[in-house]
């Protein structure tokens, strides 16, 4: 009945009409081909479709397993069923016309009501009453106003977020700027293209380490938030006092506010996502904090500063893994690109300053998207239906031309 469960699905019954024009069209013995081709394809969705809803995921998201949503398969099933339907439609009318009146009439107009009526009444249904479920719309700011108003200062420092969960261990997302969107999953970095962060954020809320707060920097981590509420649902797990105390006592953590439930520290480090390092700087300084940084400003993916001139072998540092597509220039000279600890991107700065740009080189993609949106655009036009009419010969405008084809 291509209904694979879930909210915002219509009545059971309302699948009916597709399914009776389907079946119906099977006995079209001239268009069986085509109508089984359609059976085919519905039937092989329906197997997976039965699969996938036996199989469970478990994502560090969710406190427990979810049952896999089987509603995409459903649609390639759905999509079967309306071919072999519109087939065995085809010249259907013209052959009940011609048929002795009986059983085919009655029948036909039954099927052909439920056809229609079962999509209509499922779009009333959509758009009466469950249009916005169950998603609705709300604010993308996850992060308090001020934290949301500093992820826009050059700096773009970020936050990292703790959320204790119901079985005692943690979880934790870094957010660039107010917070993830619908669709930011599918383009965001693995964690182990970030390698360190684990054992940074391990450290930090374990106690361990006293440089803990130093190995945050290069990730540009100005503000940790311990926040009560679990992001895969409702229910709120209380903050641990032993964490907070934990992180009220790592060096280089201050402690900014606690209100609402949550609890916000500060790095009391220079922290950028744009950064000058001298040469060979580690990542943490014999002290236990960072080395001597310098801090530029920066945009979201691009960025133009000035540089002073320094010693040769400076590195230029971004709070992002390191990618082939980013490209740096100073004074419009190409800087050769470096790795720096392991994951971020870095440059490799002369002895003189001028002015620095960053920007990020997608390569093809942009020339890609145009290609779809030009295949989209060939295929509704390759859809429009023929235009119909009829071109005179040139021999017809002469009555003694004789007939022309």
């Given at each position: 009945m291509l209904h694979p469960g879930g909210p915002g699905l219509p009545p059971l019954v309302l699948g009916m009409g597709l399914l009776a024009a389907a079946l119906a069209a099977l006995v079209r013995p001239d268009r069986r081909r085509a109508v089984l081709a359609g059976w085919a394809l519905a039937l092989v969705a329906l197997v997976g479709?039965?699969?996938?809803?036996?199989?469970?995921v478990q994502t560090p998201t969710l406190i427990a397993p979810a049952r896999v949503w089987p509603g995409m398969l459903s649609l390639v099933a759905g999509a079967g069923l309306l071919v072999a339907a519109a087939t065995g439609a085809a010249g259907a009318r013209g052959r009940v016309v011609r048929s002795s009146f009986g059983w085919r009439q009655p029948a036909a107009i039954a099927v052909l009501v439920l056809a229609v009526i079962g999509p209509a009444l499922g779009a009333v249904w959509w758009v009466a009453g469950t249009a916005g479920d169950p998603l609705a719309r709300r604010s993308p700011t996850l992060l308090p106003a001020f934290l949301a108003a500093a992820a826009d200062h050059p700096g773009r420092p970020r936050t990292l977020v703790l959320r204790p969960r119901v079985d005692g261990t943690m979880s934790y997302t870094l957010l660039r700027a107010t917070g993830p969107r619908t669709g930011d999953a599918e383009v965001s970095r693995p964690v182990a293209s970030l390698p360190g962060l684990d054992d940074a954020v391990a450290d930090l809320t374990s106690?361990?380490?006293?440089?803990?707060?130093?190995?945050?920097?290069?990730?540009?981590?100005?503000?940790?938030?311990?926040?009560?509420?679990?992001?895969?649902?409702?229910?709120?797990?209380?903050?641990?006092?032993?964490?907070?105390?934990?992180?009220?006592?790592?060096?280089?953590?201050?402690?900014?506010?606690s209100q609402g439930g949550s609890v916000l520290w500060q790095i009391a480090h220079p922290v950028a996502r744009l950064r000058v390092l001298p040469p060979g700087a580690p990542v943490v300084a014999p002290d236990g904090g960072p080395p001597p940084t310098q801090v530029l400003p920066a945009g979201p993916v691009s960025a133009t500063a000035r540089v002073p001139a320094g010693p040769a072998g400076r590195l230029l540092v971004l709070a992002d893994a390191r990618d082939s597509g980013w490209r740096a220039t100073l004074d419009g000279h190409a800087l050769e690109p470096r790795r720096y600890a392991g994951w971020s991107q870095a440059f490799v700065l002369p002895a003189g300053g001028g002015t620095v740009q960053v920007r990020y080189d997608a390569g093809d993609r942009p020339l890609l998207l145009w290609v779809q949106l030009g295949a989209v655009l060939l295929v509704l036009l390759l859809a429009l239906p023929p235009l119909r009419g009829s071109i005179d010969a040139e021999g017809d405008a002469d009555p003694g031309a004789g007939e022309s084809t």
């Open positions: 479709v039965v699969v996938l809803s036996r199989l469970s106690g361990r380490g006293g440089d803990a707060a130093a190995r945050l920097v290069p990730f540009g981590v100005r503000f940790v938030l311990l926040s009560p509420r679990h992001p895969a649902g409702r229910r709120t797990v209380p903050l641990p006092t032993a964490l907070v105390r934990t992180l009220d006592g790592v060096p280089g953590v201050e402690r900014v506010s």
